[in-house]
């Protein structure tokens, strides 16, 4: 009985970790388009940077955006105060089976000029 439990357990965490370890679908056919003024600018988790758009309580970031070509000043230059239509990746985890509050960005436009896209 105690072999059973220990094969259950260990299939159990594998799966968890398989789960995990999918990545994010970043294709146009997974995006959800939010558009909105931009508030801030900001870095979060390892070097992405972050979007808090204006009336909405969700946060937007481009993953490692800082080390690949976006920089601090300039990011706020040209987004803070500007309306943007981006596109973020559906996704589900089980460490937040209802959602969470921030979303990768997959696309970001600004009157239609395309600024970052990972299509």
Do not use: Q
Not at 43 to 51: I, N, T, Y
């Amino acid at each position: 009985m105690k072999k059973a439990i220990y094969i259950f357990i260990a299939i159990s965490i594998v799966a968890f970790f398989i789960i995990l370890s999918t990545a994010i679908d970043t294709s146009m056919e997974n995006s959800i388009k939010v558009s909105g003024t931009v508030k801030s600018i900001t870095e979060g988790g390892v070097k992405d940077v972050v979007f808090e758009l204006e009336n909405n309580k969700t946060l937007y970031y481009i993953n490692r955006g800082f080390e690949n070509g976006f920089e601090m000043s300039k990011a706020k230059e040209d987004f803070e105060g500007k309306k943007i239509t981006l596109f973020y990746a559906k996704s589900w985890t089980p460490l937040a089976p209802f959602g969470t509050c921030s979303k990768h960005i997959t696309h970001i436009s600004i009157n239609d000029s395309i600024v970052f896209s990972e299509w």
